[in-house]
């Protein structure tokens, strides 16, 4: 139901945007979610907006780098990821919080993209 | 923030083992609190949500409980499909915080 794109090998310092198109539910409905996971590592949660998009939050480790948002319209969610470091390198999840109430857990997931940050 | 600690990091156990993973929060987080599984190179799925709930098409082996800081899930008689890693994640506050993981590997 949900489909990342967008990741890549970018350089220290470069940007990217990632994408996540929905498909098969009521997107504009749902607040929606980035986490990621470094190689090896455990799941790290990076941004929430909700459904309007007028509600945004950002992990420290990303805020004032990262930008998250939302295009109903087109059923789409996106990351703008500026600054980036080595430690960014992750593959990334978008993933849908499908409860009326905002209760901040997530099903579904997109299977995830794979950001390369390195020189 | 809210830290998530689980434990073990790591269990090994047999197919048909009752096996049971513990989570704790640094804070009381009431029952926001939910459960999943991840399978390598997979995404992760939600199994348990508002700290005991069945996640729908998740099979009734898995069970959780509790609230405030201490929170069980529970596989009742292990299958082969249940060896993965699971992760706890408080759903009480931002920023949302998750467990390490406790990866159950077959014995």
């Not at chain 1, 790290?44 to 990262?66: L, P, T």
């Not at chain 2, 709930?53 to 929170?71: E, M, N, Y």
């Not at chain 2, 506050?93 to 467990?99: K, L, R």
């Amino acid at each position: 139901q949900l489909v990342e794109s967008g990741g890549g090998l970018v350089k220290p310092g470069g940007s990217l945007r990632l994408s996540c198109a929905d498909s098969g539910f009521t997107f504009s409905e749902y607040y929606m979610t980035w986490i990621r996971q470094a190689p090896g590592k455990g799941l790290e949660w990076v941004s929430y907006i909700s459904s309007s998009g007028s509600n945004i939050y950002y992990a420290d480790s990303v805020k004032g780098r990262f930008t998250i948002s939302r295009d109903n319209a087109k059923n789409s969610l996106y990351l703008q990821m500026n600054s980036l470091r080595a430690d960014d390198t992750a593959v990334y999840y978008c993933a849908g919080d499908l409860t009326v109430v905002s209760a901040k857990w997530f099903d579904p997931w997109g299977q995830g993209t794979l950001v390369t940050v390195s020189s | 923030d809210i830290q998530m600690t689980q434990s073990p990091s790591s269990v090994s156990a047999s197919i048909g083992d009752r096996v049971t993973i513990t989570c704790r929060a640094s804070q009381a987080i009431s029952s926001w609190l939910a459960w999943y599984q991840q399978k390598p190179g997979k995404a992760p799925k939600l199994l348990i949500y508002a700290a005991s709930s069945l996640q729908s098409g998740v099979p009734s082996r898995f069970s959780a409980s509790g609230s405030g800081t201490d929170f069980t899930l529970t596989i009742s008689s292990l299958q082969p499909e249940d060896f993965a890693t699971y992760y706890c994640q408080q759903a009480n506050s931002f920023p949302i915080t998750f467990g390490q993981g406790t990866r159950l590997e077959i014995k």
